[in-house]
C-alpha cells in the first residue's frame, strides 16, 4: 500500500511539471502567422489585379482581330466609298473604318520576329484610322460589370511585294479600371496584330 501511493505521488508531480506555452512562444506563433496570413493578402491582390488585366488583353485582342478582319476583306483595289466600312460600339456609336493606305504612326521595334513595325500611341491620332470603342460591362445571370474603353489604331502600309499591304491593328484598354482595383500600377503593351492584305 505504502509502495503504491508513493508511486501515485511520483506521477502527479510529473504531470504537474508540465507546462504550457510561454508568452514568447505565443508572440512568436502570432507573428509567423501574422506574417504568412500578410504574405497570402498580397499574393490574393496581385492575382485580382492579373485576372483584370488578363481580361482587359483578351477584349484588346478579341476588339483588334475584329477591326483586322474588317480591314482585310475590303480588296486594296476598292476604291471611293467601297474602302470604307464602320463598326458600332456597345454605345451605339458608329466608327468609320478606313481602309486606304496610310493611318496611324508607326515606330521601328528591334527584337520583333514577325515585323519591325508598331503603331506608336505617343503620337497624335488619325482621324478615320483610330476609334475609341466602348465593350459592354453586361454579361450573363444579371451580372452587370464596367464598360470598358479600348484605344485602337491601325496603319495600312506597303508589304514586302508588290501585290501586297501590309496591315496592323493595336488596342489598347483606356479605361484601366476593372475588379474595383487601378490597373494603372500594371504596365501593359498595347496588343498589336499583323496581316498581309492582297490587291
Not at 475588379?179 to 500600377?185: E, F, I, R
Amino acid at each position: 500500500m505504502i509502495k503504491q501511493s508513493t508511486r501515485k505521488r511520483r506521477i502527479c508531480g510529473a504531470r504537474n511539471q508540465q507546462h504550457g506555452f510561454s508568452l514568447i512562444e505565443l508572440l512568436v506563433a502570432m507573428f509567423v502567422l501574422t506574417v504568412g496570413m500578410l504574405g497570402g493578402a498580397a499574393v490574393i491582390t496581385v492575382a485580382i489585379a492579373s485576372n483584370a488585366n488578363s481580361k482587359f488583353d483578351t477584349g484588346a485582342v478579341s476588339l483588334a482581330q475584329s477591326t483586322m478582319d474588317r480591314i482585310i476583306v475590303i480588296s486594296a483595289n476598292a476604291s471611293g466609298a467601297q474602302l470604307n466600312t464602320n463598326m458600332t460600339d456597345c454605345n451605339g456609336t458608329v466608327h468609320p473604318v478606313q481602309t486606304a493606305a496610310g493611318g496611324a504612326p508607326t515606330t521601328t521595334i528591334s527584337g520583333i520576329a514577325n515585323g519591325t513595325q508598331a503603331i506608336d500611341f505617343t503620337q497624335a491620332a488619325v482621324p478615320g484610322y483610330r476609334m475609341l470603342y466602348v465593350l459592354c460591362g453586361a454579361g450573363g445571370a444579371g451580372y452587370t460589370g464596367i464598360p470598358q474603353t479600348y484605344d485602337v489604331r491601325w496603319n495600312v502600309g506597303p508589304g514586302p511585294t508588290q501585290t501586297t499591304q501590309l496591315i496592323l491593328v493595336a488596342a489598347k484598354n483606356v479605361t484601366e479600371s476593372g475588379n474595383g482595383l487601378s490597373q494603372t500600377q500594371y504596365f501593359s503593351v498595347p496588343i498589336t496584330l499583323r496581316a498581309l492584305r492582297g490587291f
